[in-house]
């Protein structure tokens, strides 16, 4: 296993099929998600934690998440999303993971 830390944003059916192709590829030691529709409650997702909102993106960057992914299924919700990370937090320029 790697030592990436893969943040994705989005826990439901989408996220979950995102997730087992994570998993498939191997390399991520820890796995985050991020859901806006968690905000009231902290849980988890397929075994791996969910913070409740986007406004977590900077703390889990700070938590070594260097790799991150909108896996919302509705498009133009997953584009927003990818926008918002974009600009709330400074990811390397090289993130394969960077990916609409």
Request: hydrophobic share 40%; aromatic share 12%.
């Amino acid at each position: 296993m790697g030592d990436l830390v893969l943040l994705l944003w989005g826990a439901g059916g989408h996220g979950k099929v995102v997730l087992e192709v994570a998993r498939a590829m191997g390399g991520f030691k820890t796995i985050f998600f991020i859901d806006d529709a968690c905000e009231k409650s902290a849980r988890e997702f397929c075994d791996w934690q969910v913070f409740g909102a986007s406004r977590y993106l900077q703390l889990l960057k700070g938590k070594g998440c260097s790799q991150y992914l909108v896996s919302i299924g509705k498009s133009e919700m997953r584009a927003a999303g990818f926008r918002e990370a974009s600009k709330t937090v400074s990811w390397p320029s090289d993130s394969p993971t960077r990916l609409r």
